[in-house]
């Protein structure tokens, strides 16, 4: 089958580093996205990666390794805004639609 | 800035009832998809659409059906509501086959089937 594995929960605090991790195991692939979401609110597309290695947006970074099977979106000078939901999601059926983990809760702590 | 919206944000159905949710996207995009939303579960596609009046099912597209007749309009229909489908349904949007890496997302509407 073809899933996307993340831990459920992450706990960090205000000023400090996060990594959240994603593992999958999908025929096809493509690349890894990931998206951000807030309690009540719409999923928000942060970044994407086609490539090997790691793209920096920010504070935000996202890393892929595709031989290791392997992503991790990396949150630096965590604000207490930072605490949403964060999704891995990659690409399948020739491009067409997007199949997503299950989602990381962060909370960020004072 | 892209704008998806949805016609609803809050529903609540009865088991048996024909439900519409509307979903309209303002900025020429080729692809819009169907998500269903449950705790522990992510985000899980319904259907999705890359051109007017073409679908294709997704992961779980079992007592739902779409409808596609403009461009910017994408439609989830239940057939005949039942509580198993009580969920929070999200639309989205991505620009062209090769970008539904990148998709927009409404704000979601919560539909409870009792």
């Known amino acids: 089958g073809q899933s996307l594995e993340q831990p459920s929960e992450v706990t960090a605090v205000e000023g400090a580093i996060v990594q959240i991790n994603c593992t999958y195991q999908?025929?096809?692939?493509?690349?890894l996205s990931w998206y951000q979401q807030h309690d009540g609110g719409a999923p928000t597309f942060l970044s994407y990666?086609?490539?090997?290695g790691l793209e920096e947006t920010g504070r935000f970074s996202s890393f892929l390794s595709r031989s290791d099977s392997y992503g991790y979106l990396l949150l630096q000078e965590l604000q207490m805004k930072d605490s949403a939901s964060y999704f891995c999601?990659?690409?399948?059926?020739?491009?067409?639609?997007?199949?997503f983990g299950a989602g990381t809760r962060l909370a960020v702590h004072p | 800035d892209v704008k998806v919206t949805q016609s609803s944000r809050y529903l609540v159905k009865r088991t048996g009832e024909k439900v519409f949710l509307e979903c309209v996207q303002d900025?020429?995009?080729?692809?819009m998809f169907w998500y269903r939303q449950d705790p522990g579960l992510g985000l899980r596609l319904i259907y999705f659409s890359y051109d007017v009046k073409m679908k294709e099912k997704g992961d779980i597209p079992e007592g739902y059906s779409v409808s596609r007749e403009k461009k910017e309009r994408f439609s989830l229909i239940l057939e005949s509501a039942s509580t198993n489908q009580t969920s929070m349904y999200l639309c989205a949007s991505s620009l062209a086959m090769a970008r539904a890496y990148e998709q927009y997302f409404g704000p979601g509407t919560r539909l409870t089937v009792t």
């Open positions: 990666n086609a490539l090997d």
């Open positions: 999601a990659a690409p399948l059926g020739g491009y067409n639609k997007l199949i």
């Open positions: 900025m020429d995009h080729e692809n």
């Open positions: 999908t025929s096809g692939f493509y690349g």
